[in-house]
């Protein structure tokens, strides 16, 4: 099994910074794709911002520039540095790997986070 573990989300006033850290936890061989979404009350899941084993970006609209994607695979770890923060980031933000494979062979084509929370104010 496989379980990513996120966490750095919470209250930051508008202009702030706040660092998001994901780790997948497991028996882990590999894993291509790790990003982030975020959810916003009301609003469809939307991409914020994926990095691939190779180290290649992908951000969501307008966002690149203030968000800044990180990842160690050593540590199968993923982040996400978020400045100049603006009420409208506020979301439940969940980690998302792509193609996960276990040690022992086995392959998830897909894993999600729980979400945490970040909460801009204005």
């Known amino acids: 099994q496989v379980q990513l573990v996120e966490s750095g989300g919470g209250l930051v006033q508008a202009g702030g910074s706040l660092r998001l850290t994901c780790a997948a936890a497991?028996?882990?061989?590999?894993?291509?794709?790790m990003g982030w979404y975020r959810q916003a009350p009301g609003k469809q899941r939307e991409l914020v911002a994926g990095?691939?084993?190779?180290?290649?970006?992908v951000y969501g609209d307008s966002l690149k520039g203030r968000f800044v994607i990180s990842r160690d695979n050593g540590k199968n770890t993923v982040n996400l540095q978020m400045d100049s923060l603006k009420p409208e980031d506020t979301a439940v933000y969940y980690c998302?790997?792509?193609?996960?494979?276990?040690?022992?062979?086995?392959?998830?084509?897909?894993?999600w986070g729980q979400g945490t929370l970040v909460t801009v104010s204005s």
């Open positions: 990095i691939t084993d190779g180290g290649s970006t």
């Open positions: 998302n790997a792509v193609r996960v494979t276990m040690g022992d062979g086995t392959t998830y084509p897909e894993v």
């Open positions: 497991g028996s882990i061989h590999s894993i291509n794709g």
